[in-house]
């Protein structure tokens, strides 16, 4: 067992939390976790969970500029594994493409001045490319 109470408190972090609901130009990154996926420029990408074999994106973004500029966040995406529905389908991919393209959404609403949520902005964005 170990005695915590001499630890020290974390710092603070520097500034305050961003606000639910802001907007900010985010870069994503994905770190590479050594594990293949099942394409040849997949190799090396994913990252797999320890308790469930399920295969990850381990992705970091980076707020680009505003009074958030350079603070991070991280979260990861299930693509492969884990539970899966009745149709043998990766829950977790199922919530990651949701989330994939609500970025992708965001990214080209804001970009051609188009509301997000707009359902055309995912059909009429052929060409472009995520960046």
Not at 84 to 101: P, Y
Request: hydrophobic share 35%.
């Amino acid at each position: 067992m170990y005695d915590l109470n001499d630890a020290q408190p974390q710092m603070p972090p520097v500034g305050e939390l961003i606000p639910d609901g802001s907007f900010a130009r985010i870069c994503m990154t994905i770190r590479p976790g050594g594990v293949d996926g099942s394409a040849p420029m997949d190799t090396g990408l994913l990252k797999t969970s320890a308790t469930s074999g399920a295969r990850m994106l381990d992705c970091e973004f980076t707020v680009l500029d505003g009074p958030f500029a350079r603070r991070k966040f991280w979260q990861n995406f299930t693509v492969a594994g884990g539970k899966v529905d009745d149709k043998g389908v990766s829950k977790g991919w199922t919530i990651a493409k949701a989330a994939f393209r609500a970025m992708i959404d965001s990214a080209l609403a804001s970009r051609r001045g188009t509301p997000r949520g707009d359902p055309g902005a995912v059909g009429s964005a052929q060409g472009h490319h995520a960046r």
